[in-house]
């Protein structure tokens, strides 16, 4: 067990501000737990982290806002929080910091707190995608960052050649997907998976396509049968209204199941862009994205992004494995025409199956919670 330099045992304060953030900080804690018995954790984070960790408080209601104008009419709200992260962290020094993703406020917390004199360590889990924004960022990162602990081992190159230490340990969704995989549901031929996505927003911005999609497949083939999901009964609420408006309650089922077990079960699906892409991809569930934003995010998108696609799927592999309906391309009719490929074009479906196995193979072995636990812990006892 480390200690610190006064021989205090080690403290760390996390921030997370997505719920794909809290699912992959949570147990890399618990990793670090074991190897650290006495480690003090506080911070920012889900659910998950609050659950099993008292000093971290539970704001995910307000910080996994999704989009540039929706950030901008939050802009109160952030700046406050941050004022208050900042005065936590400088009057309690702790070993050091971790950023898990959320690179929007962490980025600005890791400027703000050196700008205080804050000489701990600051350790970034999940590298931002400045590969599709402005590289130039990563000059500024290692100014401020200790390390970087990357997802995909093509960051660590971008990373090195800026002085900034980076790490690749895995993916956590390989060790986070092994129960899921180990005794998988049968897939159902018939049964397709609407997934668009966890935030209100984003159901109020793709759903109705996505039934518009189902309604059309149905009318040409009534064995079909649809399925989806509802984090909180609030949503699944949402969901059951906007399917009975469709007159679509006896084809479209919203379950209570995880979205992997849908994943598992179904012959296709259409899922929203985030990380159920790569879930997707990794339970071998072919697939077709989408995404839509209000049209300001959407403008600003265009002009920044440096990629030729959205998909992590597709960037991995350097070209279109996984079709994508993005903004005025997204249509109930081109959802259909992409389901009705996947379904019954095999070559196609063959062909998609085999490019997901070897992104799967790239993203290493299970184990990746325990590695970036001792990755951290390496750089806290520094």
């Not at 200690?3 to 809290?22: K, M, Q, T």
Request: aromatic share 8%; hydrophobic share 45%.
């Amino acid at each position: 067990m480390m200690r610190n330099s006064d021989g205090e045992a080690l403290s760390l304060f996390i921030v997370a501000g997505e719920v794909s953030g809290d699912n992959h900080a949570h147990p890399l804690l618990k990793a670090l737990q074991e190897r650290e018995p006495e480690l003090c954790v506080r911070g920012l984070g889900g659910e998950k982290l609050a659950g099993d960790f008292p000093q971290v408080e539970n704001w995910l209601e307000k910080a996994a806002v999704l989009g540039f104008w929706e950030v901008i009419q939050q802009y109160s709200y952030f700046k406050t929080k941050m004022a208050e992260t900042v005065e936590a962290i400088i009057t309690d020094p702790p070993s050091g910091v971790l950023l898990v993703d959320y690179p929007g406020f962490n980025l600005r917390l890791a400027a703000a707190l050196r700008e205080r004199g804050f000489s701990g360590k600051i350790i970034s889990y999940v590298s931002p995608q400045v590969w599709a924004w402005k590289k130039g960022r990563i000059k500024t990162m290692a100014r401020l960052l200790d390390v970087m602990i990357c997802l995909f081992p093509f960051e660590v190159e971008l990373y090195e050649k800026s002085g900034l230490p980076a790490k690749f340990c895995g993916h956590p969704l390989v060790d986070e997907l092994v129960e899921w995989k180990a005794s998988p549901p049968q897939r159902e031929s018939s049964l397709i998976a609407l997934l668009p996505g966890s935030r209100r927003k984003e159901i109020d911005a793709l759903f109705d396509e996505l039934l518009e999609g189902a309604d059309l497949m149905r009318r040409e083939d009534e064995s079909l049968r649809f399925v989806t999901t509802a984090v909180t009964e609030e949503l699944r609420h949402l969901l059951s209204m906007k399917i009975s408006e469709r007159g679509l309650d006896r084809v479209v089922t919203v379950e209570t199941a995880d979205c992997q077990h849908l994943m598992l079960r179904c012959a296709a699906g259409v899922v929203a862009s985030g990380t159920a892409t790569l879930e997707a991809a990794l339970l071998g569930m072919p697939y077709v994205l989408v995404y839509k934003v209000s049209w300001l995010t959407a403008w600003v998108a265009r002009r920044v992004l440096k990629i030729r696609f959205l998909g992590i799927v597709n960037v991995l592999a350097g070209r279109e494995v996984v079709p994508e309906l993005l903004q005025e391309r997204l249509s109930g009719a081109r959802i259909a025409a992409e389901l009705q490929t996947l379904l019954h074009d095999r070559q196609t479906r063959e062909r998609m199956l085999n490019d997901f196995q070897g992104i799967a193979d790239s993203l290493g072995d299970p184990g990746t919670h325990d590695r970036v636990a001792g990755a951290v812990q390496e750089v806290l006892g520094s």
